[in-house]
């Protein structure tokens, strides 16, 4: 059954909202709807008649993420100056997200992708797809024009570069803060940008 249109009432996004920061924190496994109606102080029938399932909450969940964070990417297209700031802007966006002490959505939902319904599966699928294809496009530009130097083809790059980013959280988490994901992004874009001079 889908999800009640939530337009008309800012409850909606309540709701979206604590339910994202509790995924983002504990995984989708990790709250219960009672969690979210207990912080809003309403009743779980109020979460149910936005959202009748927990997939139909999962599934607008990612379709909210996905939304700003491509989004952010034509914000980056729009704003940023050259290839290597623009991928340094990339990373930059999951700083952010670590920064505010949460992961990224759609990591945490990735590490629990077993045991979730298949549309959300798909969402997820899409959201890593976009995000490949994106990295691949800025890295292939980046190489005609001389800017990047990386072993490889641009796809994998771009696979291995999400990854970095989504296991870099992941350490940050529980080992090092801030400094660890820092320190990991950093040799990742050493590893992408042409050294001055070759």
């Given at each position: 059954?889908?999800?009640?249109?939530?337009?008309?009432?800012?409850?909606?996004?309540?709701i979206?909202?604590?339910?994202e920061k509790?995924v983002?924190?504990?995984?989708?496994n990790?709250?219960s709807?009672?969690?979210?109606?207990?912080e809003?102080g309403v009743?779980?029938?109020?979460?149910h008649y936005y959202f009748?399932?927990?997939t139909?909450?999962g599934v607008?969940?990612?379709?909210r993420?996905?939304?700003?964070?491509?989004?952010a990417?034509?914000?980056i297209?729009?704003?940023?100056?050259?290839l290597?700031?623009?991928?340094r802007?990339?990373?930059?966006?999951y700083?952010?997200?670590l920064?505010?002490e949460?992961l990224?959505?759609?990591?945490?939902?990735?590490?629990e992708?077993?045991t979730?319904?298949?549309?959300?599966r798909?969402?997820?699928s899409d959201?890593?797809?976009r995000?490949e294809e994106w990295?691949s496009?800025?890295l292939?530009?980046?190489?005609?024009?001389?800017?990047?130097?990386?072993e490889?083809?641009?796809n994998?790059t771009?696979?291995?570069i999400v990854?970095a980013?989504?296991g870099a959280?992941l350490?940050?988490?529980?080992?090092?803060?801030?400094?660890?994901?820092?320190?990991?992004?950093s040799?990742m874009?050493m590893?992408?940008f042409?050294p001055?001079?070759k």
């Amino acid at each position: 059954m889908a999800a009640r249109p939530h337009s008309a009432n800012g409850m909606a996004e309540q709701i979206l909202d604590a339910a994202e920061k509790r995924v983002q924190v504990l995984g989708f496994n990790g709250f219960s709807y009672a969690d979210v109606a207990g912080e809003l102080g309403v009743t779980t029938a109020t979460i149910h008649y936005y959202f009748p399932g927990k997939t139909d909450l999962g599934v607008r969940l990612i379709e909210r993420y996905s939304e700003r964070f491509f989004a952010a990417l034509a914000e980056i297209e729009s704003n940023a100056g050259d290839l290597c700031e623009r991928l340094r802007a990339y990373t930059e966006i999951y700083e952010r997200v670590l920064a505010s002490e949460r992961l990224c959505l759609c990591g945490m939902l990735a590490s629990e992708y077993e045991t979730l319904a298949e549309p959300m599966r798909e969402l997820l699928s899409d959201f890593f797809r976009r995000n490949e294809e994106w990295l691949s496009s800025l890295l292939d530009q980046g190489r005609a024009a001389g800017g990047f130097d990386f072993e490889g083809d641009t796809n994998g790059t771009a696979i291995a570069i999400v990854g970095a980013l989504e296991g870099a959280m992941l350490v940050a988490r529980a080992h090092g803060g801030m400094k660890s994901f820092r320190a990991a992004t950093s040799l990742m874009l050493m590893n992408v940008f042409r050294p001055p001079g070759k």
